[in-house]
């Protein structure tokens, strides 16, 4: 059976430390922009942890929410592309074709979450980063939208593995950066064709729920967290 | 209008045979500001499109703003032309030529717009459908492709419906002049003889495109709103966009026209030619078009705020309340507070208040495609990503140089075609003109019905012929 990706954030665990968006740069080859260039809004990091503050001070209770791209099932960004340069791979990922995206940034502008990025110059590592780019990743040159891919290259690494030895692949030996990464387990990855996965039983738990699920883009990701129902019904 | 025919041949064929050195005046200024643009665009090929000042989230700034804006003014002609053409509106004989010459330029410049706007623009060849070895197609589903192939339907068809009309003009040059202009003319007039034939060639054919060219120039404005209606994206997912959109294009559309008819009158000396009463009638269509556009902009505005949704409503109090105040009150004061008087009173609606009102057309529907834009944008629905958006120098030079590059064509232009169809004001001048249907003019030229009756028939001629004989 083919698989179906998902992933499961627990905002009740997310401590906000950002590991993530540090092992997603690592995992990835995303550029550093410059703080110049960061400030004209062109940092390209595929996933942000977001910080909301509650209350009045001093009683500020902060709120870390990571956000990267939701992979959608009914995703706004895939029609738009002229060149099918964003589309739909037969595991339901939302796939960016670097080579054929000629940048007209609709995608990215169709985009909700705005978590599609955008390379306004060639990219350049200051030393010594350079020393630590991921073979598995292809670069992308100047004019190339990109964006989270759940770390495609892990998930085809582990299939092609487990063809070889001729086996069922397994999620628990396949992690994102990200999830891989993450101290307090806030991100749960696996396959939602699995109705046996955590990621399938966290996305069933009733703490769960789709950001912006009200625009109809059907997410893969699923928020979980503790809300005043739940609080009494517990 | 009291002329001669060869006083009408003398008075608009000038600008054709002579040159004065204003003309090279006006090319060098106007050609030294495009060739700045080129260069602030080789920069940017050179550079990245880094160099504009678009980011994330604002992906979109002053190159579509002004491609929409370029597609909008281009409305100002065919259409325009196409409907007084129709309705055989005396009065618009002197001006068709002047609209269709304005859509084809503007179009030409609007389309570059996504091209220089794209991060690999030397890639832009990946949008036509062409086969490949790889069997890759362009996508259809995108409103962007639909885009191409209806720019490129409005482009042949209007180059077409400037064109037409031209060639007997051609032939009266061609026969006025020597040397090099005479082989050019000669091939530009297409073999034209002024036959009963090629009349009635040239009546059917501009009767065909006139009703044609109507559905494209509409289907053209409604797909470039849909670029932004189609997105998930708070105040552009809206069903009144298309509407919107083609009204605010003909606005502006005919604003440019009043203002290029108000150059080439002083610069051409077309005083007599070009008479208040073109500019009066232009002015009523402008002053409808303008509470026409206010009607779209306040129903919008209200369903929005009463609706209170609150992507929506972040997006509706940026524009109202926010950092883009001063622009939206500008852009109403431009579009309704200016036209509206200089417009509806009479004494006002002269050639100076026109061109003043549409001066102010012209400058409120930029903004106002920049307000379209640029605000929904920067609020999108997650408030941790929000944005702004502040030009550079390279995106103004090369808005200031599209300006120059429509001035630069159209000054050529005029010097290479009489920019009055004298055909057409010679027929018109007969008495007969003001009562004949417009398909029947080359009775009125002097030719007799066409070949053969069953086109006759069709085109309305045969009642025409029957009177006169």
């Known amino acids: 059976m083919a698989h179906r990706w998902g992933m499961a954030v627990d905002l009740d665990r997310c401590t906000g430390c950002e590991a993530c968006v540090i092992a997603c740069r690592a995992e990835n080859n995303i550029p550093t922009v410059g703080e110049q260039q960061a400030r004209m809004g062109r940092a390209l990091h595929w996933i942000r942890v977001e910080r909301y503050y509650e209350g009045e001070f001093p009683d500020v209770k902060v709120k870390f929410q990571p956000v990267f791209c939701q992979q959608c099932d009914n995703a706004p960004c895939e029609p738009v592309c002229p060149t099918y340069a964003s589309y739909h791979n037969a595991e339901g990922l939302n796939a960016q074709v670097y080579n054929r995206c000629i940048g007209t940034r609709y995608c990215a502008n169709a985009c909700p979450y705005t978590v599609r990025f955008f390379n306004f110059f060639n990219p350049v590592w200051d030393r010594p980063f350079h020393l630590q780019l991921n073979p598995d990743v292809s670069v992308r040159q100047v004019g190339v939208m990109e964006k989270c891919t759940f770390c495609v290259q892990r998930i085809k690494a582990a299939e092609i593995h487990a063809h070889e030895e001729k086996r069922e692949l397994k999620d628990e030996v396949l992690q994102p950066a990200c999830v891989q990464t993450c101290a307090p387990k806030a991100l749960v990855f696996g396959d939602l064709n699995d109705p046996e996965s955590e990621v399938s039983r966290l996305q069933r738990s009733r703490r769960g729920s789709k950001l912006l699920a009200e625009l109809g883009t059907k997410p893969k990701v699923t928020y979980l967290q503790r809300d005043q129902w739940n609080e009494k019904d517990a | ?469």
């Open chain 2, 1 to 469: 209008m009291k002329k001669t025919p060869d006083q009408i041949n003398q008075d608009l064929l000038r600008p054709v045979v002579q040159t004065s050195p204003s003309f090279f005046l006006a090319c060098g200024i106007l050609g030294a500001v495009v060739l700045v643009g080129c260069y602030a665009w080789g920069y940017q090929l050179y550079h990245g499109i880094g160099v504009a000042g678009i980011g994330r989230p604002v992906f979109w700034g002053f190159y579509i703003t002004n491609f929409v804006f370029w597609i909008g003014i281009s409305h100002a002609g065919t259409l325009i032309s196409a409907i007084l053409r129709l309705s055989n509106a005396g009065w618009r004989r002197p001006i068709t030529r002047c609209a269709e010459v304005i859509t084809v330029f503007s179009l030409c410049i609007g389309a570059m717009f996504p091209l220089i706007h794209l991060g690999r623009s030397w890639l832009f060849f990946w949008l036509f459908p062409y086969p490949s070895e790889r069997g890759l197609w362009p996508n259809y589903r995108s409103p962007l492709l639909w885009d191409f192939f209806a720019i490129n339907t409005y482009l042949i068809g209007s180059v077409t419906f400037l064109i037409l009309p031209i060639i007997p003009d051609m032939a009266l040059v061609r026969e006025r002049c020597t040397g090099w202009r005479k082989r050019l003319y000669n091939f530009l007039s297409l073999g034209w003889r002024g036959t009963r034939r090629q009349w009635a060639c040239l009546e059917v054919a501009m009767h065909i495109l006139a009703i044609l060219i109507i559905p494209v120039a509409v289907s053209v404005h409604s797909i470039v709103s849909w670029d932004f209606a189609m997105t998930p994206v708070p105040l552009w997912h809206s069903t009144i966009f298309a509407p919107y959109f083609v009204a605010g294009a003909i606005f502006s559309g005919i604003a440019a026209l009043i203002i290029a008819l108000v150059v080439l009158r002083r610069f051409l000396h077309l005083e007599e030619y070009l008479e208040p009463v073109c500019f009066d009638n232009l002015g009523k269509l402008l002053l409808l078009m303008s509470l026409l556009w206010f009607y779209f902009v306040f129903a919008e505005r209200l369903t929005v705020w009463y609706g209170n949704e609150s992507s929506e409503i972040a997006v509706l109090w940026l524009t109202q309340r926010g950092a883009y105040r001063w622009l939206f009150w500008l852009m109403v004061v431009c579009n309704l507070g200016i036209p509206f008087p200089l417009l509806a009173i009479r004494k006002l609606r002269t050639i100076t208040g026109t061109c003043i009102a549409s001066i102010a057309v012209v400058l409120g529907m930029w903004v106002e495609r920049y307000l379209i834009i640029v605000p929904s944008l920067s609020r999108k629905f997650l408030p941790y990503a929000w944005g702004s958006y502040k030009p550079t120098w390279v995106e103004i030079t090369i808005t200031a140089a599209t300006f120059a590059a429509m001035a630069l064509l159209y000054v050529g232009f005029v010097k290479v075609v009489p920019i009055i169809s004298i055909w057409e004001l010679k027929v018109g001048m007969r008495e007969e003109a003001r009562i004949l249907s417009a398909a029947s003019e080359s009775e009125l030229i002097g030719v007799r019905s066409t070949a053969s009756p069953q086109i006759a028939e069709r085109i309305g001629l045969e009642r025409t012929y029957q009177a006169k004989t």
